[in-house]
């Protein structure tokens, strides 16, 4: 399983971003997808995720209304749009794929219950 992410940069406060990832080695459709950030020191915390189907998004409150997640199964790729992105938006952003039953109904905020990951690429807002 391969999870490709690139698309960081930097951006101006108030400007737009959109972060790409390429999957491979699994049945795309069967996966959800989920976007994480990390920033120094910290663990990682959710941003978005989106069921394997693409009937629901999920958003961290401190994205909602800026940030919209979606996926594109005939490439078999997720994407992060990122509008009006702000000075604290600035982190390392990961993609990572599940398709495992869960238990519960927020599993998706747990970045240890994800497990499949790809690199980070860097976002920094700043003007």
């Known amino acids: 399983v391969q999870l490709q992410a690139c698309g960081g940069g930097l951006v101006q406060p108030g400007g737009s971003l959109r972060l790409s990832c390429a999957v491979s080695g699994l049945t795309f459709g069967a996966y959800a997808m989920g976007w994480f950030r990390r920033y120094p020191g910290k663990e990682r915390e959710f941003v978005a995720a989106?069921?394997?189907?693409?009937?629901?998004?999920y958003y961290a409150d401190s994205v909602k209304g800026r940030f919209t997640i979606s996926r594109d199964d005939a490439k078999n790729t997720v994407y992060l749009q990122m509008n009006s992105p702000k000075p604290e938006d600035t982190a390392l952003y990961y993609c990572a794929a599940d398709g495992r039953p869960h238990s519960y109904s927020t599993w998706y905020q747990r970045s240890d219950e994800w497990i499949d990951w790809g690199q980070g690429t860097q976002v920094t807002v700043s003007s």
């Open positions: 989106i069921r394997g189907d693409g009937s629901r998004t």
